[in-house]
């Protein structure tokens, strides 16, 4: 999904029944709503006499919640694109065993790669969860409950980022790519990942 699409059309993709857009490209989405909302209570704090204490950092919530705003929407498009990748691999020729051991390769090697778009959902959504929390402790209390909706969409975001990462890699393991090269991005996913 980028800027310029209708959501009802994007949704209408999106429920098609098709290889892209899916569930990668909804957890972009599903972010970018999250990042919205923290930009809207913090919007709504910031500049306020009564919340003179927190102005500097209600302004930087601004700043840094548009950005991932703005990325997450990115990532959202760039997901269906890391898994085309995938889509080629599984195409390859599998007529004897050096092809089917070739195609293999091609498959982990390509999940490998795909995991690191849901490993930036996962980050962005994190820090979105943190900026909306913000916002809901020491923000304008009319926008607390909007805050918190960014925060249970983000906390969803991260959750669905991670268990896409742990899916991409464990498939990836079990077509032989050796765990040195999956082990730092499974524990990154980990310490990524928000408590609940």
Not at 64 to 79: G, I, K, M, S
Not at 170 to 188: I, K, N, P
Request: a negative charge; charged letters at 20%.
């Amino acid at each position: 999904m980028d800027t310029d699409t209708p959501l009802g059309r994007w949704l209408d993709a999106l429920a098609a029944g098709t290889p892209a857009p899916a569930g990668g490209a909804a957890l972009g989405v599903a972010g970018a709503l999250a990042a919205a909302l923290a930009t809207m209570a913090a919007r709504l704090t910031a500049g306020r006499p009564k919340f003179a204490a927190v102005e500097g950092e209600f302004v930087g919530i601004i700043t840094e919640a548009e950005a991932l705003r703005r990325e997450l929407l990115t990532l959202a498009v760039d997901d269906a694109a890391a898994y085309e990748g995938v889509t080629r691999a599984r195409a390859l020729p599998q007529a004897n065993d050096a092809e089917r051991a070739a195609r293999r390769a091609a498959i982990g090697e390509a999940l490998l790669t795909a995991a690191a778009t849901p490993l930036a959902m996962l980050r962005a959504a994190a820090r979105t969860a943190e900026l909306a929390a913000r916002a809901v402790a020491d923000g304008n209390p009319s926008a607390a409950p909007d805050a918190q909706v960014g925060i249970y969409l983000a906390r969803a975001v991260a959750r669905g980022g991670f268990d896409t990462v742990i899916a991409n890699l464990d498939a990836a393991e079990r077509l032989g790519v050796s765990t040195r090269h999956t082990a730092e991005l499974r524990q990154t996913a980990v310490a990524l990942l928000p408590a609940e």
